[in-house]
């Protein structure tokens, strides 16, 4: 019975297509359950450079300040992408929405569907009782710490800078996911060499105290990249800085055999950010051949935030029944393929 | 007909038994090919800590410094593990042997054998025509950047710095590399965020005029711990940074079955370090049981390096033989399951 004001920022390339799966879904769940969303599109990325000059144009900003929740599309264009040095690019207005709204939490659950375990580059027994969530730090580290050049330009320098308050912040979000889970935290670093993670360590160890209930472990990014790929069933929750998270994250997506499948939110302070982890595929734009369940997953995510979590596992079951009925798109390789549409249709009659 | 002068840090765990059978098949190769090898032990990580209190002594540096190759076994010992606040650690004698020696290339090939595929984490489709070699820059980045502590201790910071001619010689290593395997080379990097990443580009572009031969592309980090699940294939020479090389060296190896296959060299200005990438796994400890044939390839790294390249090609060879014959150690799942000593053997005696 609530009334929820949505910023979508639909974005460029397939985000059009599968937010707009996403909105079929979320209506159904307003009918069903009697909610009311009120959507209010608004440019970003690539779409907002070519519009504005901009790729968080000021009004965007505003909008998703004064909205309950951000569906997120997806942003880039190959005209951006053999020259990163270029002054204005789609991943700024990424990178500003998240700081600018403190979204210091990035969310990526990954889990296996048994009907779908042939599409793992694993071995199917590796991928047997895979269920992690991987909890990314996203307004601090390396992506926002001081760097520049120096001697005229021929060195550079990052610099991956946390304090103890946002390691407390982001490490409490992985405690609470793993007591609502199966009560395991892995934290990753590179304690051997990097006294940001040293500081993490520290902090995670102090906050174990009031956390004896999660079974807490640390593990070095190095071999945290061998382990998800030889072992991955060994996750629950996963908390890690913001660029081990950003390489961690991607390489776990690829386990469960398509992006197509695998949804995010990035929450903080206020408003929360809900989007597919796929990125724009433009080649497959505008074609009806992009996969929407991870839109209509995030989507998932977003009624979750939203505290309506029974309407979060109506949307989760639809999805289920819909890819045991053994149809998908392209990248599922289906018994029955269908398009992007399509396959929103029906999950949307599967709720 | 050369004599040649080794400096041995067997180092900790089952480092020293598979040492023992790298030496095994150096001192065949010299019987065979008319080369004497003069072997001088001195003591690195936690066993140096405990006889010296430093992982790196004085001696076993000065002894380094006159050699004419560095064979390496494996350092650490699990009660430095839980703790990565030690002062006194054995990866810092890991570390300053790299730094003090100028050793800024580290090489890791990684190639799956025929007859081990059942062994890979990955389907054996994907497994099809692997064979990479990751160029790691190692004495740079954030592993030697400046670190501390501020506001009490309360925030921690890291930098990752590059010159200009840091960047350069290390994917100078990589061209070179490329021009005599397949002829392509992926700077990964992540310049979408990193300054340093943006230096490491406008080095690499412009380097590439002059290596007209190589075909050169960029892959961001994040997409590179996918593609080296989702399709290894793709690649011949991969080059990075000190961070980035450590997590995707990590995270490849694994592909090939075992870590107890993989050799390393770690080479630059002077005198080169060879070892195999596995760890000192202390509870296999002198126990018969690693696997010596990433420390025998390693060996066979080291004779290329010396220039006698068909005699490190004779120790390939042996290996490729005595794996094929269907022996090997427990890793390997092998019809003939033999220990550490028999395999060495086994490989000294096909050569
Ligand atoms: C586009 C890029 C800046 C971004 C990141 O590195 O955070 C992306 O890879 C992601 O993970 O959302
Ligand atoms: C032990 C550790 C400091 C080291 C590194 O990170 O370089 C190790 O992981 C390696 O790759 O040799």
Redesign the interface.
């Known amino acids: 019975m609530g009334s929820f004001k949505i910023a979508v920022l639909d974005g460029d390339g397939i985000g059009p297509e599968v937010i707009k799966q996403g909105i079929k879904v979320l209506d159904r769940v307003g009918v069903r359950f009697g909610h009311t969303f009120h959507y209010h599109f608004a440019p970003v990325g690539a779409v907002a450079i070519d519009q504005t000059g901009d790729p968080l144009p000021p009004e965007t900003l505003a909008l998703c300040k004064e909205s309950d929740a951000i569906f997120f599309g997806a942003i880039g264009h190959p005209r951006f992408d053999?020259d990163?040095?270029l002054k204005v690019?789609p991943?700024q207005g990424l990178?500003r929405l998240r700081k600018e709204l403190g979204l210091y939490a990035n969310l990526r659950p990954v889990a296996g569907y048994a009907q779908l375990t042939h599409l793992?580059?694993?071995?199917p027994e590796?991928m047997v009782g895979v269920d992690m969530l991987i909890v990314r730090e996203l307004t601090g580290g390396?992506?926002f710490?001081e760097?520049?050049?120096r001697?005229g330009g021929?060195?550079?320098?990052?610099?991956?800078?946390?304090?103890?308050a946002e390691v407390e912040r982001i490490v409490q979000v992985g405690f609470e996911a793993a007591r609502n889970r199966r009560g395991k935290l892995t934290l990753v670093d590179?304690?051997?060499?990097?006294?940001?993670?040293?500081?993490w360590?520290?902090v995670t160890q102090e906050m174990a105290a009031n956390n004896p209930d999660v079974a807490l472990n640390?593990m070095f990014?190095?071999?945290a990249?061998?382990q998800?790929?030889?072992n991955p069933a060994q996750f629950d929750v996963i908390v890690t800085d913001n660029?081990?998270g950003?390489?961690?994250?991607?390489?776990s997506?690829?386990?469960a055999g398509s992006l197509g499948l695998l949804p995010s939110s990035s929450v903080g302070a206020a408003v929360g950010m809900f989007e597919p982890i796929h990125g724009s595929w433009p080649e497959g734009a505008g074609q009806d051949r992009a996969n929407p369940v991870a839109t209509i997953l995030s989507a998932a995510m977003l009624l979750d935030h939203l505290g309506l979590v029974a309407e979060g596992d109506a949307v989760r079951h639809a999805v289920n029944t819909t890819l045991e009925s053994g149809v998908g798109t392209e990248d599922l390789h289906p018994q029955h393929k269908v398009g992007t549409n399509a396959m929103g249709d029906l999950i949307a009659d599967a709720l």
Not at 120 to 123: A, D, E, I
Not at 154 to 164: F, G, H, L, Q, V
């Open positions: 053999n990163p040095t690019r991943e990178l793992s580059p694993l071995r590796r390396t992506y710490g760097k520049g050049r001697d021929n060195t550079a320098y990052d610099t991956c800078i946390y304090s103890r590179k304690a051997n060499v990097m006294e940001s993670s040293r500081l360590r520290e640390y990014v190095d071999n990249a061998m998800l790929i030889l660029l081990f950003d390489i961690l994250s991607d390489a997506s690829v386990l």
